[in-house]
C-alpha cells in the first residue's frame, strides 16, 4: 500500500516518525509493510533463535528482526538483517549505531497473506545487487524458500533441502521442512 507521493527523497523519507507497520521508501516512493500474522512471527521467531544459537553465541554473526536498513538509495526494513561479527553496526565503545546505511549480509523476507510475491523477488534480487550476499524469502503457503546470491542462479528448496549459507556463515544449519514444522503446534 502505497502512503505518501513519490518526487520524495531518501533523506526527507529517513526524517518521517516511526510507523508500525514499519514505512519503507523505494524510488520516491513510501509504501507501509504488511503486518505479519502468525506463520510470518513464528518463522521469524526460529530463524532468530537459529542465528542466535549458531552464530552470535560464538561471536560469528548476529541477527536483527525488523532493522531498517537504508543504502544505495533505499531504506527497507527486512524480516531479518544479519550481519557478521565484524561488520556489527557499531560504534567504537561497541554500542549499537542508530541508522544503518551498510547493507547486511544476510537479508531474510518472509511473504505474508496479500503481499506480492513477485514484488518480494524483486527486492531480493535488488538486495543482492547492491551488497548483500545471501537474500532469502520464505513462502509459507508455498512451504518454500528461495535463495538469492550475486550473479549466480536463483536456487529453490523444499522439504528436506538444507538452507545452505556456507559462504557467508557454515556454523547456521536449518532444514525447510524443521523451519515449516514450526508453524504446526507439537
Same mark, same amino acid.
Given at each position: 500500500?502505497?502512503?505518501?507521493?513519490?518526487?520524495?527523497?531518501?533523506?526527507? %523519507?529517513?526524517?518521517?516518525?516511526? /510507523?508500525? +507497520?514499519?514505512?519503507?521508501? *523505494?524510488?520516491?516512493?513510501?509504501? $507501509?509493510? @504488511? #503486518?505479519?500474522?502468525?506463520?510470518?512471527?513464528?518463522?521469524?521467531?526460529?530463524?532468530?533463535?537459529?542465528?542466535?544459537?549458531?552464530?552470535?553465541?560464538?561471536?560469528?554473526?548476529?541477527?536483527?528482526?525488523?532493522l531498517r536498513?537504508?543504502?544505495?538509495?533505499?531504506?527497507?526494513?527486512?524480516?531479518?538483517?544479519?550481519?557478521?561479527?565484524?561488520?556489527?553496526?557499531?560504534?567504537?565503545?561497541?554500542? %549499537?549505531?542508530?541508522?544503518?546505511? /551498510?547493507? +547486511?549480509?544476510?537479508?531474510? *523476507?518472509?511473504?505474508?497473506?496479500? $503481499?506480492? @510475491? #513477485?514484488?518480494?523477488?524483486?527486492?531480493?534480487?535488488w538486495y543482492?545487487?547492491?551488497?548483500?550476499?545471501?537474500?532469502?524469502?520464505?513462502?509459507?503457503?508455498?512451504?518454500?524458500?528461495?535463495?538469492?546470491?550475486?550473479?549466480?542462479?536463483?536456487?529453490?528448496?523444499?522439504?528436506?533441502?538444507?538452507?545452505?549459507?556456507?559462504?557467508?556463515?557454515?556454523?547456521?544449519?536449518?532444514?525447510?521442512?524443521?523451519?515449516?514444522?514450526?508453524?504446526?503446534?507439537?
Amino acid at each position: 500500500m502505497v502512503v505518501a507521493q513519490s518526487q520524495m527523497t531518501l533523506e526527507e %523519507f529517513l526524517q518521517l516518525p516511526d /510507523e508500525k +507497520p514499519a514505512l519503507e521508501f *523505494e524510488d520516491g516512493t513510501v509504501s $507501509q509493510k @504488511v #503486518s505479519p500474522k502468525p506463520n510470518h512471527s513464528r518463522i521469524q521467531s526460529v530463524f532468530d533463535r537459529r542465528f542466535f544459537q549458531t552464530a552470535e553465541t560464538r561471536k560469528l554473526a548476529m541477527a536483527f528482526p525488523e532493522l531498517r536498513t537504508s543504502f544505495a538509495g533505499r531504506s527497507y526494513v527486512p524480516d531479518m538483517a544479519v550481519f557478521l561479527w565484524d561488520r556489527l553496526p557499531i560504534r567504537a565503545d561497541r554500542s %549499537f549505531i542508530s541508522d544503518v546505511h /551498510e547493507p +547486511p549480509d544476510i537479508v531474510i *523476507e518472509i511473504v505474508s497473506p496479500k $503481499q506480492s @510475491v #513477485s514484488a518480494l523477488l524483486g527486492k531480493c534480487v535488488w538486495y543482492v545487487e547492491n551488497g548483500v550476499r545471501i537474500a532469502i524469502l520464505v513462502d509459507p503457503e508455498e512451504q518454500s524458500v528461495f535463495l538469492f546470491r550475486p550473479g549466480q542462479a536463483l536456487v529453490v528448496l523444499g522439504s528436506d533441502d538444507r538452507i545452505a549459507l556456507d559462504d557467508v556463515l557454515p556454523e547456521f544449519d536449518l532444514t525447510v521442512r524443521e523451519l515449516f514444522d514450526s508453524q504446526r503446534v507439537p
